[in-house]
Protein backbone atom coordinates (compact mmCIF):
# COMPACT_ATOMS: atom_id res chain seq x y z
CA UNK A 1 0.00 0.00 0.00
CA UNK A 2 1.10 3.46 -0.86
CA UNK A 3 0.77 6.61 0.97
CA UNK A 4 0.95 10.19 0.26
CA UNK A 5 0.05 13.25 2.32
CA UNK A 6 -1.43 15.91 0.60
CA UNK A 7 -3.00 19.56 1.67
CA UNK A 8 -6.37 19.39 -0.09
CA UNK A 9 -9.13 22.48 1.53
CA UNK A 10 -12.28 21.40 2.48
CA UNK A 11 -13.55 22.42 -1.00
CA UNK A 12 -10.70 20.30 -3.01
CA UNK A 13 -11.61 17.50 -0.33
CA UNK A 14 -15.34 17.30 -1.51
CA UNK A 15 -14.91 18.40 -5.34
CA UNK A 16 -11.87 17.42 -6.28
CA UNK A 17 -10.25 14.37 -4.80
CA UNK A 18 -12.10 11.52 -7.35
CA UNK A 19 -11.34 8.97 -4.81
CA UNK A 20 -12.45 5.51 -4.45
CA UNK A 21 -13.33 6.47 -1.13
CA UNK A 22 -13.36 9.25 1.39
CA UNK A 23 -12.99 8.44 5.16
CA UNK A 24 -15.00 10.78 6.98
CA UNK A 25 -14.93 10.83 10.90
CA UNK A 26 -17.91 11.61 12.80
CA UNK A 27 -18.35 11.94 16.72
CA UNK A 28 -21.15 11.11 19.17
CA UNK A 29 -24.67 11.17 17.74
CA UNK A 30 -24.50 13.51 14.81
CA UNK A 31 -21.63 15.21 15.51
CA UNK A 32 -19.30 15.64 12.68
CA UNK A 33 -15.84 16.43 11.27
CA UNK A 34 -14.47 19.51 9.96
CA UNK A 35 -14.20 17.61 6.58
CA UNK A 36 -17.50 15.69 7.42
CA UNK A 37 -19.44 19.38 7.95
CA UNK A 38 -17.93 20.16 4.20
CA UNK A 39 -18.61 17.64 2.56
CA UNK A 40 -22.57 17.36 4.06
CA UNK A 41 -22.67 21.11 2.92
CA UNK A 42 -21.17 19.94 -1.03
CA UNK A 43 -24.19 16.89 -0.71
CA UNK A 44 -27.01 18.97 0.05
CA UNK A 45 -26.88 17.51 4.13
CA UNK A 46 -27.12 13.70 2.43
CA UNK A 47 -24.11 12.91 5.77
CA UNK A 48 -26.51 13.96 8.24
CA UNK A 49 -29.30 12.53 6.67
CA UNK A 50 -27.75 9.12 6.77
CA UNK A 51 -26.35 9.44 10.04
CA UNK A 52 -30.37 10.29 10.64
CA UNK A 53 -31.06 6.94 10.33
CA UNK A 54 -29.44 5.42 13.04
CA UNK A 55 -27.53 3.03 11.20
CA UNK A 56 -23.93 4.54 12.21
CA UNK A 57 -22.99 2.33 15.41
CA UNK A 58 -22.00 4.64 18.72
CA UNK A 59 -18.43 2.49 19.43
CA UNK A 60 -15.74 3.48 18.52
CA UNK A 61 -14.71 1.94 15.12
CA UNK A 62 -17.89 1.23 14.40
CA UNK A 63 -18.26 2.36 10.06
CA UNK A 64 -21.33 2.98 7.29
CA UNK A 65 -21.05 3.04 3.82
CA UNK A 66 -22.35 5.69 1.77
CA UNK A 67 -22.39 5.40 -2.00
CA UNK A 68 -22.82 7.58 -5.12
CA UNK A 69 -23.72 11.00 -3.34
CA UNK A 70 -24.74 13.33 -4.69
CA UNK A 71 -22.67 16.43 -4.75
CA UNK A 72 -18.88 14.90 -3.63
CA UNK A 73 -16.33 13.64 -6.56
CA UNK A 74 -15.47 10.19 -4.01
CA UNK A 75 -17.14 7.14 -5.37
CA UNK A 76 -17.80 6.19 -1.60
CA UNK A 77 -17.83 7.80 1.43
CA UNK A 78 -17.12 5.99 4.44
CA UNK A 79 -18.30 7.05 7.88
CA UNK A 80 -16.42 6.58 10.81
CA UNK A 81 -17.52 6.55 14.60
CA UNK A 82 -14.95 8.33 16.85
CA UNK A 83 -17.91 8.69 19.52
CA UNK A 84 -17.52 11.53 22.46
CA UNK A 85 -15.12 14.29 22.23
CA UNK A 86 -14.37 14.20 25.97
CA UNK A 87 -13.49 10.57 25.68
CA UNK A 88 -11.49 10.33 22.46
CA UNK A 89 -8.51 9.27 23.18
CA UNK A 90 -5.97 6.94 21.81
CA UNK A 91 -7.90 4.00 22.50
CA UNK A 92 -10.53 5.20 20.48
CA UNK A 93 -8.45 6.28 17.39
CA UNK A 94 -6.68 2.91 17.38
CA UNK A 95 -10.43 1.67 17.06
CA UNK A 96 -11.72 4.12 14.63
CA UNK A 97 -8.62 3.41 12.46
CA UNK A 98 -8.92 -0.30 12.38
CA UNK A 99 -12.51 -0.24 11.99
CA UNK A 100 -12.18 2.27 8.79
CA UNK A 101 -9.23 -0.42 7.57
CA UNK A 102 -11.59 -3.14 8.61
CA UNK A 103 -13.85 -1.78 6.31
CA UNK A 104 -11.94 -0.64 3.11
CA UNK A 105 -10.23 -3.99 3.08
CA UNK A 106 -13.87 -5.11 1.92
CA UNK A 107 -14.01 -2.73 -0.68
CA UNK A 108 -13.26 -2.25 -4.15
CA UNK A 109 -11.89 1.18 -4.22
CA UNK A 110 -8.56 1.18 -5.36
CA UNK A 111 -7.63 4.42 -3.39
CA UNK A 112 -8.70 6.43 -0.45
CA UNK A 113 -8.37 9.45 1.37
CA UNK A 114 -8.10 9.91 4.47
CA UNK A 115 -8.32 13.42 6.39
CA UNK A 116 -6.12 12.64 9.45
CA UNK A 117 -6.41 16.53 11.25
CA UNK A 118 -10.13 15.18 11.87
CA UNK A 119 -8.53 12.26 13.82
CA UNK A 120 -6.15 14.02 16.22
CA UNK A 121 -6.01 12.63 20.00
CA UNK A 122 -5.86 15.77 22.29
CA UNK A 123 -1.84 16.72 22.81
CA UNK A 124 -0.40 14.07 20.76
CA UNK A 125 -0.36 16.02 17.38
CA UNK A 126 -0.72 15.23 13.63
CA UNK A 127 2.55 13.90 13.00
CA UNK A 128 1.94 11.18 15.89
CA UNK A 129 -1.62 10.64 14.47
CA UNK A 130 -0.24 10.27 10.68
CA UNK A 131 1.79 7.47 12.37
CA UNK A 132 -0.75 5.88 14.07
CA UNK A 133 -3.08 5.71 11.09
CA UNK A 134 -0.49 4.35 8.48
CA UNK A 135 0.55 2.11 11.41
CA UNK A 136 -2.74 1.01 12.52
CA UNK A 137 -3.84 0.46 8.64
CA UNK A 138 -0.93 -1.16 7.31
CA UNK A 139 -1.76 -3.89 10.29
CA UNK A 140 -4.99 -4.00 9.26
CA UNK A 141 -4.01 -5.21 5.85
CA UNK A 142 -1.19 -7.72 6.92
CA UNK A 143 -1.22 -11.15 5.70
CA UNK A 144 0.21 -13.92 5.90
CA UNK A 145 -1.01 -16.31 2.74
CA UNK A 146 1.92 -17.28 1.19
CA UNK A 147 1.85 -21.07 2.60
CA UNK A 148 -1.73 -21.09 1.52
CA UNK A 149 -2.55 -22.97 -2.33
CA UNK A 150 -5.70 -21.67 -1.78
CA UNK A 151 -6.14 -18.26 -0.17
CA UNK A 152 -9.00 -18.20 1.88
CA UNK A 153 -9.88 -14.45 0.48
CA UNK A 154 -8.71 -12.20 -2.33
CA UNK A 155 -5.98 -9.91 -2.03
CA UNK A 156 -7.61 -6.24 -1.05
CA UNK A 157 -8.03 -3.60 -3.86
CA UNK A 158 -6.74 -0.54 -1.69
CA UNK A 159 -3.56 0.22 -3.22
CA UNK A 160 -2.61 3.79 -2.52
CA UNK A 161 -3.90 5.94 0.39
CA UNK A 162 -3.64 10.11 0.51
CA UNK A 163 -3.48 11.35 3.93
CA UNK A 164 -5.26 14.61 3.74
CA UNK A 165 -4.26 17.60 5.76
CA UNK A 166 -7.54 20.11 5.12
CA UNK A 167 -6.04 23.51 4.71
CA UNK A 168 -2.95 23.27 6.57
CA UNK A 169 0.41 23.28 4.36
CA UNK A 170 2.28 19.78 4.43
CA UNK A 171 4.91 20.28 6.69
CA UNK A 172 8.22 18.55 6.83
CA UNK A 173 7.30 17.39 10.49
CA UNK A 174 4.57 15.21 8.79
CA UNK A 175 6.53 14.17 5.52
CA UNK A 176 9.11 12.87 8.51
CA UNK A 177 6.59 11.03 10.37
CA UNK A 178 5.19 9.16 6.74
CA UNK A 179 8.57 8.02 6.04
CA UNK A 180 9.00 6.99 9.72
CA UNK A 181 5.58 5.20 9.79
CA UNK A 182 6.12 3.62 6.44
CA UNK A 183 9.92 1.98 7.67
CA UNK A 184 8.11 1.41 11.09
CA UNK A 185 5.15 -0.81 9.24
CA UNK A 186 7.54 -2.56 7.01
CA UNK A 187 9.66 -3.44 9.67
CA UNK A 188 6.88 -4.50 12.12
CA UNK A 189 5.76 -6.93 9.04
CA UNK A 190 9.04 -8.26 8.75
CA UNK A 191 9.25 -9.63 12.38
CA UNK A 192 5.50 -10.61 12.16
CA UNK A 193 6.49 -12.85 9.02
CA UNK A 194 9.40 -14.31 10.71
CA UNK A 195 7.43 -15.36 13.77
CA UNK A 196 4.47 -16.63 11.25
CA UNK A 197 7.19 -18.68 9.16
CA UNK A 198 6.90 -22.15 10.63
CA UNK A 199 10.24 -23.91 12.69
CA UNK A 200 10.88 -26.27 10.11
CA UNK A 201 11.33 -23.12 7.65
CA UNK A 202 11.67 -20.80 10.30
CA UNK A 203 15.64 -21.96 11.34
CA UNK A 204 18.66 -20.66 13.01
CA UNK A 205 19.96 -20.46 9.51
CA UNK A 206 17.19 -19.48 8.20
CA UNK A 207 17.06 -16.39 10.42
CA UNK A 208 20.90 -15.44 9.87
CA UNK A 209 19.97 -15.87 5.54
CA UNK A 210 17.38 -13.26 6.58
CA UNK A 211 19.99 -11.49 8.25
CA UNK A 212 22.52 -11.46 5.57
CA UNK A 213 19.76 -10.51 3.00
CA UNK A 214 18.96 -7.08 4.82
CA UNK A 215 22.39 -6.52 5.37
CA UNK A 216 22.83 -6.53 1.42
CA UNK A 217 19.54 -4.25 0.92
CA UNK A 218 20.30 -2.23 3.43
CA UNK A 219 24.44 -2.00 2.99
CA UNK A 220 24.61 -3.50 7.01
CA UNK A 221 27.41 -4.84 8.57
CA UNK A 222 26.84 -8.27 9.48
CA UNK A 223 28.90 -11.47 10.93
CA UNK A 224 27.09 -14.75 11.87
CA UNK A 225 29.47 -16.90 14.67
CA UNK A 226 28.73 -20.33 14.22
CA UNK A 227 29.24 -23.21 16.94
CA UNK A 228 33.00 -23.40 16.29
CA UNK A 229 33.31 -20.12 17.10
CA UNK A 230 31.44 -19.83 20.48
CA UNK A 231 33.12 -23.13 21.11
CA UNK A 232 36.10 -20.63 21.09
CA UNK A 233 34.83 -18.04 22.92
CA UNK A 234 33.48 -20.08 25.38
CA UNK A 235 29.63 -19.59 25.01
CA UNK A 236 29.13 -22.53 27.44
CA UNK A 237 25.40 -21.85 27.82
CA UNK A 238 24.36 -21.52 24.75
CA UNK A 239 26.13 -24.38 23.89
CA UNK A 240 24.17 -26.46 26.54
CA UNK A 241 20.84 -25.04 24.72
CA UNK A 242 21.66 -26.30 21.44
CA UNK A 243 22.74 -29.34 22.05
CA UNK A 244 19.44 -31.64 22.01
CA UNK A 245 19.17 -30.36 18.07
CA UNK A 246 20.38 -30.72 14.52
CA UNK A 247 20.14 -27.58 13.48
CA UNK A 248 23.62 -25.60 13.75
CA UNK A 249 23.02 -22.79 16.19
CA UNK A 250 23.79 -19.24 15.36
CA UNK A 251 24.91 -15.71 16.91
CA UNK A 252 23.75 -12.89 14.52
CA UNK A 253 25.41 -9.66 14.39
CA UNK A 254 24.03 -7.01 12.74
CA UNK A 255 25.39 -3.28 12.91
CA UNK A 256 23.41 0.16 11.35
CA UNK A 257 25.58 3.22 11.71
CA UNK A 258 23.07 6.00 11.06
CA UNK A 259 25.56 8.45 13.24
CA UNK A 260 28.80 9.70 14.11
CA UNK A 261 31.27 6.52 14.19
CA UNK A 262 32.24 8.08 17.61
CA UNK A 263 29.05 7.81 18.88
CA UNK A 264 27.86 4.84 21.49
CA UNK A 265 25.68 2.18 19.88
CA UNK A 266 22.21 1.24 21.00
CA UNK A 267 22.91 -2.46 21.14
CA UNK A 268 19.45 -4.82 21.11
CA UNK A 269 19.79 -8.65 22.01
CA UNK A 270 17.00 -10.59 20.39
CA UNK A 271 15.98 -14.07 21.65
CA UNK A 272 16.29 -16.48 18.31
CA UNK A 273 15.00 -20.12 19.87
CA UNK A 274 12.96 -20.82 16.52
CA UNK A 275 11.37 -23.81 18.39
CA UNK A 276 10.96 -24.44 22.38
CA UNK A 277 9.92 -28.06 22.96
CA UNK A 278 11.16 -27.45 26.83
CA UNK A 279 14.22 -30.06 26.14
CA UNK A 280 14.64 -33.06 28.76
CA UNK A 281 12.29 -30.88 30.93
CA UNK A 282 9.47 -31.73 28.08
CA UNK A 283 6.54 -28.93 27.84
CA UNK A 284 3.36 -30.61 27.32
CA UNK A 285 1.94 -31.15 23.91
CA UNK A 286 -1.49 -28.08 24.07
CA UNK A 287 -0.97 -25.13 21.91
CA UNK A 288 3.39 -26.11 21.84
CA UNK A 289 3.14 -25.41 18.12
CA UNK A 290 3.11 -21.85 19.26
CA UNK A 291 7.03 -22.21 20.53
CA UNK A 292 7.67 -21.06 17.37
CA UNK A 293 6.71 -17.70 17.80
CA UNK A 294 9.99 -18.24 20.49
CA UNK A 295 12.33 -16.28 18.30
CA UNK A 296 9.79 -13.45 18.62
CA UNK A 297 12.53 -11.48 20.42
CA UNK A 298 15.12 -11.99 17.38
CA UNK A 299 12.28 -11.04 14.23
CA UNK A 300 11.81 -7.88 16.57
CA UNK A 301 15.55 -6.82 16.33
CA UNK A 302 15.96 -7.55 12.77
CA UNK A 303 12.27 -5.50 12.50
CA UNK A 304 13.40 -2.71 14.20
CA UNK A 305 17.19 -2.74 12.61
CA UNK A 306 15.21 -2.65 8.74
CA UNK A 307 13.14 0.07 9.87
CA UNK A 308 15.68 2.01 11.22
CA UNK A 309 17.84 1.33 8.32
CA UNK A 310 14.93 1.94 5.67
CA UNK A 311 14.16 5.76 7.30
CA UNK A 312 17.95 6.23 7.19
CA UNK A 313 17.80 7.43 10.59
CA UNK A 314 20.58 9.27 12.57
CA UNK A 315 21.41 6.33 15.27
CA UNK A 316 24.01 3.56 15.64
CA UNK A 317 22.22 0.79 16.52
CA UNK A 318 23.70 -3.09 16.69
CA UNK A 319 21.57 -6.52 16.83
CA UNK A 320 23.02 -9.47 18.00
CA UNK A 321 20.68 -12.68 17.70
CA UNK A 322 21.49 -16.03 19.89
CA UNK A 323 19.42 -18.50 17.88
CA UNK A 324 19.57 -22.24 18.57
CA UNK A 325 16.51 -24.85 18.99
CA UNK A 326 15.47 -26.20 22.12
CA UNK A 327 14.89 -30.05 21.73
CA UNK A 328 15.41 -33.01 23.56
CA UNK A 329 17.66 -36.09 22.14
CA UNK A 330 20.66 -38.43 23.21
CA UNK A 331 22.93 -35.55 23.08
CA UNK A 332 20.73 -33.41 25.29
CA UNK A 333 21.54 -30.91 28.26
CA UNK A 334 20.13 -32.60 31.41
CA UNK A 335 18.57 -30.83 34.26
CA UNK A 336 21.72 -30.80 36.81
CA UNK A 337 24.02 -30.51 34.33
CA UNK A 338 26.58 -27.33 35.16
CA UNK A 339 27.74 -24.91 32.66
CA UNK A 340 30.36 -22.21 32.38
CA UNK A 341 29.02 -19.25 30.88
CA UNK A 342 30.89 -16.63 28.51
CA UNK A 343 30.79 -14.51 31.68
CA UNK A 344 32.99 -17.60 33.10
CA UNK A 345 30.17 -18.13 35.89
CA UNK A 346 29.08 -21.13 36.37
CA UNK A 347 24.84 -22.29 35.61
CA UNK A 348 23.35 -25.50 37.15
CA UNK A 349 20.59 -26.02 35.13
CA UNK A 350 17.63 -27.26 37.01
CA UNK A 351 15.61 -26.74 34.19
CA UNK A 352 16.00 -27.36 30.19
CA UNK A 353 12.99 -24.65 29.16
CA UNK A 354 14.73 -22.06 30.66
CA UNK A 355 16.59 -21.93 27.88
CA UNK A 356 16.07 -18.56 26.94
CA UNK A 357 18.36 -16.89 29.63
CA UNK A 358 21.07 -19.44 28.67
CA UNK A 359 20.95 -17.99 25.29
CA UNK A 360 20.56 -14.34 26.44
CA UNK A 361 23.26 -14.71 29.46
CA UNK A 362 26.09 -15.46 26.69
CA UNK A 363 24.61 -12.59 24.61
CA UNK A 364 24.61 -10.19 26.62
CA UNK A 365 28.12 -10.67 27.83
CA UNK A 366 29.32 -10.13 24.08
CA UNK A 367 27.43 -7.25 23.81
CA UNK A 368 29.91 -5.66 25.87
CA UNK A 369 32.70 -5.59 23.44
CA UNK A 370 30.47 -3.15 21.44
CA UNK A 371 31.04 -0.49 24.52
CA UNK A 372 27.38 0.25 24.00
CA UNK A 373 25.59 3.16 25.34
CA UNK A 374 22.82 1.11 26.53
CA UNK A 375 21.44 -2.71 26.15
CA UNK A 376 17.96 -3.75 25.46
CA UNK A 377 17.27 -7.35 24.90
CA UNK A 378 13.88 -8.61 23.96
CA UNK A 379 12.60 -11.77 24.42
CA UNK A 380 10.13 -14.35 24.41
CA UNK A 381 10.83 -15.55 28.24
CA UNK A 382 8.47 -15.96 30.81
CA UNK A 383 4.92 -18.27 30.80
CA UNK A 384 4.98 -15.95 34.32
CA UNK A 385 4.65 -12.66 32.54
CA UNK A 386 1.74 -13.50 30.78
CA UNK A 387 -0.04 -14.28 33.92
CA UNK A 388 1.27 -11.38 35.47
CA UNK A 389 0.60 -8.88 32.88
CA UNK A 390 -1.48 -10.74 30.13
CA UNK A 391 -1.46 -9.99 26.89
CA UNK A 392 -1.85 -6.13 26.83
CA UNK A 393 1.88 -4.34 28.49
CA UNK A 394 4.85 -5.78 27.92
CA UNK A 395 7.03 -6.22 30.89
CA UNK A 396 10.06 -3.60 31.35
CA UNK A 397 13.03 -4.76 34.22
CA UNK A 398 16.25 -2.62 33.92
CA UNK A 399 19.01 -1.97 35.88
CA UNK A 400 18.99 2.59 34.92
CA UNK A 401 15.69 4.25 35.50
CA UNK A 402 16.71 6.58 33.30
CA UNK A 403 16.45 3.84 30.68
CA UNK A 404 13.81 2.26 31.82
CA UNK A 405 11.75 5.67 32.30
CA UNK A 406 12.74 6.06 28.43
CA UNK A 407 11.43 3.04 27.54
CA UNK A 408 8.17 3.51 29.32
CA UNK A 409 7.83 6.92 27.29
CA UNK A 410 8.56 5.49 23.93
CA UNK A 411 6.38 2.63 24.52
CA UNK A 412 3.40 5.49 25.58
CA UNK A 413 4.29 7.29 22.37
CA UNK A 414 4.37 4.52 20.41
CA UNK A 415 1.29 2.83 22.26
CA UNK A 416 3.27 -0.47 22.45
CA UNK A 417 2.86 -0.03 25.67
CA UNK A 418 5.00 -1.93 28.90
CA UNK A 419 4.55 -1.80 32.37
CA UNK A 420 7.74 -1.98 34.71
CA UNK A 421 8.60 -4.95 37.55
CA UNK A 422 11.31 -4.92 39.99
CA UNK A 423 14.73 -6.76 39.91
CA UNK A 424 16.01 -6.49 43.20
CA UNK A 425 18.69 -7.99 45.06
CA UNK A 426 15.99 -9.71 47.19
CA UNK A 427 14.76 -12.09 44.76
CA UNK A 428 18.42 -13.19 43.93
CA UNK A 429 18.46 -15.62 46.59
CA UNK A 430 15.95 -18.09 44.47
CA UNK A 431 18.62 -18.64 42.24
CA UNK A 432 21.11 -20.19 44.60
CA UNK A 433 22.44 -23.40 43.62
CA UNK A 434 24.25 -25.86 45.78
CA UNK A 435 26.47 -26.90 42.93
CA UNK A 436 27.44 -23.82 40.76
CA UNK A 437 27.20 -20.24 40.77
CA UNK A 438 23.79 -19.87 40.65
CA UNK A 439 20.90 -22.20 38.92
CA UNK A 440 18.91 -21.20 35.86
CA UNK A 441 15.34 -21.16 37.58
CA UNK A 442 14.10 -19.55 40.85
CA UNK A 443 11.00 -21.48 41.78
CA UNK A 444 7.22 -20.13 40.76
CA UNK A 445 7.13 -17.31 43.11
CA UNK A 446 7.57 -14.19 40.75
CA UNK A 447 8.66 -16.33 37.93
CA UNK A 448 10.05 -13.51 35.07
CA UNK A 449 11.28 -11.40 38.09
CA UNK A 450 14.16 -14.06 38.66
CA UNK A 451 14.06 -14.52 35.26
CA UNK A 452 15.29 -10.72 34.84
CA UNK A 453 17.70 -11.03 37.88
CA UNK A 454 19.15 -14.00 36.33
CA UNK A 455 20.29 -11.83 33.11
CA UNK A 456 20.87 -8.99 35.77
CA UNK A 457 23.67 -11.15 36.80
CA UNK A 458 25.71 -10.66 33.30
CA UNK A 459 25.02 -6.96 32.65
CA UNK A 460 26.32 -5.38 36.55
CA UNK A 461 28.83 -3.20 34.15
CA UNK A 462 26.00 -2.04 31.41
CA UNK A 463 23.04 -0.14 31.15
CA UNK A 464 20.74 -2.65 30.88
CA UNK A 465 17.08 -3.39 30.13
CA UNK A 466 14.94 -6.37 29.54
CA UNK A 467 11.63 -6.51 27.95
CA UNK A 468 9.59 -9.65 28.65
CA UNK A 469 7.35 -9.84 25.57
CA UNK A 470 5.82 -13.27 26.37
CA UNK A 471 2.42 -11.92 26.59
CA UNK A 472 2.60 -9.91 23.65
CA UNK A 473 4.68 -10.92 20.57
CA UNK A 474 1.73 -13.22 19.01
CA UNK A 475 -1.96 -14.13 19.52
CA UNK A 476 -3.50 -17.39 20.00
CA UNK A 477 -6.84 -18.79 18.98
CA UNK A 478 -8.63 -17.71 15.86
CA UNK A 479 -6.21 -14.91 15.51
CA UNK A 480 -2.93 -16.79 15.98
CA UNK A 481 -0.45 -14.98 14.44
CA UNK A 482 2.86 -12.60 15.41
CA UNK A 483 1.78 -9.06 16.43
CA UNK A 484 5.30 -7.54 15.36
CA UNK A 485 5.40 -6.04 18.83
CA UNK A 486 7.47 -4.57 20.18
CA UNK A 487 8.90 -2.68 16.89
CA UNK A 488 6.76 0.22 17.30
CA UNK A 489 8.67 1.21 20.78
CA UNK A 490 11.96 -0.10 19.94
CA UNK A 491 11.72 2.76 17.04
CA UNK A 492 10.72 5.02 18.66
CA UNK A 493 13.32 4.63 21.79
CA UNK A 494 15.82 4.55 19.23
CA UNK A 495 14.82 7.98 17.27
CA UNK A 496 13.81 9.36 20.30
CA UNK A 497 17.52 8.84 21.51
CA UNK A 498 19.01 10.33 18.87
CA UNK A 499 16.56 13.46 18.90
CA UNK A 500 18.04 14.05 22.38
CA UNK A 501 21.39 13.54 21.42
CA UNK A 502 21.16 16.20 18.68
N1 LIG B 1 9.51 -19.61 25.77
C1 LIG B 1 9.10 -19.93 27.09
C2 LIG B 1 8.24 -18.85 27.73
C3 LIG B 1 6.80 -18.83 27.29
C4 LIG B 1 5.91 -19.82 27.66
C5 LIG B 1 6.34 -17.75 26.54
C6 LIG B 1 4.59 -19.73 27.28
C7 LIG B 1 5.00 -17.68 26.18
C8 LIG B 1 4.14 -18.66 26.54
C9 LIG B 1 10.33 -20.09 27.98
O1 LIG B 1 11.45 -20.62 27.37
C10 LIG B 1 9.96 -21.03 29.08
O2 LIG B 1 9.69 -22.16 28.79
N2 LIG B 1 9.94 -20.54 30.30
C11 LIG B 1 9.57 -21.33 31.42
C12 LIG B 1 10.51 -21.00 32.55
C13 LIG B 1 10.37 -21.92 33.73
C14 LIG B 1 10.85 -23.30 33.38
C15 LIG B 1 11.20 -21.36 34.86
C16 LIG B 1 8.13 -20.98 31.78
O3 LIG B 1 7.73 -19.83 31.67
O4 LIG B 1 7.40 -21.91 32.12
MN1 LIG C 1 11.45 -22.74 27.40
ZN1 LIG D 1 11.60 -20.35 25.36
Redesign the pocket.
Known amino acids: MEFSIRALTPAQLTGKAKTGCLVLAVLAGETISRSAQAADRAAAGALRRALASGDLGEKPGSTMLLRDVAGLAAKRVLLVRLGERAKYDVTAFRDAVRGAATALKGLGAKDAVFPVADFVVDRRGLPWTVRGTVLGLRETFYRFDQLQTQKKSAAPALASVTLAIAGAPVTLQAQAALKEAVATADGADFARTLGNLPPNLCTPAYLADEARRLAKQFRLGIEVLERRDMEKLGMGALLAVTRGSHQPPKLIVLRYGGAAKKRKPLVLVGKG?TF?T?GISLKPAGEMDE?KF?MSGAGSVLGAIRALAGMRAAVNVIGIIPTCENMPGGAATRPGDVVTTLSGQTVEIL?T????RLILCDALTYSARFDPEAVVDIA?????C?IALGHIATGLFANDQKLADEILAAGDDAWDRVWQMPVWEDYQEQLRSNFADMAN?GGRPG?SITAACYLARFTRNLRWAHLDV?GTAWRSGREKGSTGRPVPLLVRLALRRAARAG
Do not use: H, K, R, S
Open positions: IDGMDNDAEGTLTGAVIGA
